[in-house]
């Protein structure tokens, strides 16, 4: 599967920004979609991710109550929302898909491109 993420941009803090994965073919459905992000000059982390049938999220505690996922199977596509932006979450995000919704990237066997998220103070 081929993945393309899309939505980031340059946000203030506060604000809102929402992130799209869009997959290529048919096999969606058999994975689960993780995202993860890598803030300059630090190491990727994960930040949030949802299972194949889209009833379990697992969270990274830095942004719980901020941010939510979601997948819409008919339209091939995973969404990140982000709420309450700060500096902090500056980063390029990555999604990417595997069997499960874990936190480790090596479970992960698809990678996106990556997008730029820019939170200004």
């Known amino acids: 599967v081929q993945l393309r993420a899309s939505g980031g941009g340059l946000v203030q803090a506060g604000g809102s920004l929402r992130l799209s994965c869009a997959a290529s073919?048919?096999?969606?459905?058999?994975?689960?979609i993780g995202w993860f992000r890598q803030a300059p000059g630090k190491e990727r982390e994960f930040v949030i991710a949802?299972?194949?049938?889209?009833?379990?999220?697992n969270y990274a505690d830095s942004v719980k109550g901020r941010f939510t996922i979601a997948r819409d199977s008919a339209k091939n596509t995973a969404y990140l929302q982000m709420n309450s932006l700060k500096p902090e979450d500056t980063a390029v995000y990555y999604c990417?898909?595997?069997?499960?919704?874990?936190?480790?990237?090596?479970?992960?066997?698809?990678w996106g491109q990556g997008t730029l998220v820019t939170v200004s103070s």
């Open positions: 073919g048919r096999s969606f459905g058999r994975y689960a």
């Open positions: 949802i299972s194949r049938d889209g009833t379990i999220t």
């Open positions: 990417a898909a595997g069997p499960v919704e874990s936190s480790d990237e090596e479970i992960y066997d698809y």
